[in-house]
């Protein structure tokens, strides 16, 4: 199994970015898919979850109201849209496949991983 993660970059406070990750080697449709994140100097940290149709989310309450999971099963690819960001956000990301199709905050429900990309937000 392999995870693709693109999308990080800079930019200002207030901005907006949005991260994919393109997944292959499992029937990406039969498993949840998260995001984790890892500040500098901190540990890692759910962000994120989608269930494989789609039909169920859960976000950090960091995050809440500001960034949107989705996922596009016909792709293989899971996004993760962030508006309204802040420098508290500034962090490398991280696409996870869960182990099986149920929601999980926790690090070890996920099996396989994306490389991270960094997402830096300016003040």
């Known amino acids: 199994v392999q995870l693709q993660a693109s999308g990080g970059g800079l930019v200002q406070a207030g901005g907006s970015l949005r991260l994919s990750c393109v997944a292959s080697g499992r029937t990406f449709v039969n498993f949840g898919m998260g995001w984790f994140r890892r500040p500098a100097g901190k540990e890692r940290e759910f962000v994120a979850f989608?269930?494989?149709?789609?039909?169920?989310?859960s976000y950090a309450d960091s995050v809440k109201g500001r960034f949107t999971i989705s996922r596009d099963n016909a792709k293989n690819t899971v996004y993760l849209s962030m508006d309204s960001l802040k420098p508290d956000d500034t962090a490398v990301y991280y696409c996870?496949?869960?182990?099986?199709?149920?929601?999980?905050?926790?690090?070890?429900?996920?099996?396989?991983w994306g490389q991270g990309t960094l997402v830096t937000v300016s003040s």
């Open positions: 996870a496949s869960c182990r099986g199709d149920y929601p999980s905050r926790h690090w070890y429900a996920y099996d396989y």
């Open positions: 989608i269930s494989g149709r789609g039909g169920s989310v």
